[in-house]
């Protein structure tokens, strides 16, 4: 997973409005974004902003092996968080040889009280080439193998990949729960899988001008199959993008999804909040 941190400038955004019916955060890297944004207070007070301003729960997710340990680290620290644990689909590729006892590291996190999820995983044509396809392909099916005997739900990097994405969902069984990180796909897709029973997470791209489709696809899932998410420090909500993200940035994403689909907005909060409690709770 490469920074970004040359495409965000300037201080973190004002809190907004909170929210009077609490959500789950379902996506973030406080980790990266200690790291890159320079948070003074560190986890905590990012855990602490993001409470005042009603996202109750965080899931922190990782990237590669060290992210995932400081993740399962993170969670048995604080009540707010619990994490996912993975190899990001771009980094397969580099660890080349490495590969399998990477993935053998994420297994073992795997089994951790605190770790809720494997993801995130999946794959990504937009940055990996045609020579590092195999490996990328290879980590993901790991992966769901990884999360199926764990019973645990998988989250999915899905960049520029849909059609792969199902081929090799279909190829290896689904596990019972799976959630798609950051939708990006358009109507048909997310009716696609809705179908299929998974879930879409909505980023703060759902609030971008130039995001017509992703909206449109968000108006036909379900609220019930909805999940939201900063992908901080990325994917910063209008009227803010460009600048860093946090996960008490959530409400603006939350109100332009209930704008999008015409949802009440404490009502899409609750179902949120359920599907988060059910996907990677108790909390």
């Known amino acids: 997973m490469r920074s970004t941190r040359r495409q965000r400038q300037g201080e973190f955004p004002p809190p907004p409005e909170p929210l009077a019916v609490p959500v789950i955060d379902s996506h973030t890297h406080l980790d990266i974004t200690v790291a890159e944004e320079g948070a003074p207070g560190g986890v905590a007070e990012l855990v602490a902003l993001a409470a005042a301003a009603g996202v109750d729960r965080l899931v922190q997710v990782g990237v590669d092996v060290a992210s995932s340990r400081w993740g399962a680290n993170a969670a048995a620290g604080h009540p707010a968080i619990v994490a996912t644990v993975a190899l990001h689909p771009n980094e397969a590729p580099r660890l080349g040889a490495g590969l399998d006892e990477a993935l053998r590291m994420i297994e073992e996190l795997a089994g951790h009280e605190r770790v809720r999820g494997i993801g995130e995983t999946g794959m990504d044509t937009f940055r990996t080439g045609d020579e590092g396809r195999a490996a990328q392909e290879a980590s993901f099916r790991a992966h769901i193998a990884i999360a199926k005997r764990y019973g645990k739900p998988l989250v999915i990097h899905d960049r520029d990949a849909h059609a792969d994405v199902l081929r090799v969902l279909d190829d290896e069984g689904a596990p019972q729960t799976v959630v798609l990180h950051c939708f990006s796909g358009d109507a048909d897709f997310a009716a696609e899988c809705v179908r299929r029973g998974y879930l879409l997470s909505f980023a703060g791209t759902v609030t971008f001008a130039n995001a017509v489709a992703l909206r449109d696809a968000a108006r036909v899932t379900p ?26 940035l959530i409400p603006l994403t939350v109100r332009g999804l209930a704008e999008a689909t015409g949802a009440d907005l404490d009502d899409l909060c609750a179902a949120i909040s359920a599907t988060g409690d059910r996907v990677f709770g108790p909390w």
């Open 223 to 248: 609220i019930k199959q909805m999940l939201v998410e900063t992908d901080a420090p990325y994917l910063t909500p209008m009227p803010y993008r460009g600048r860093p993200n946090a996960s008490y």
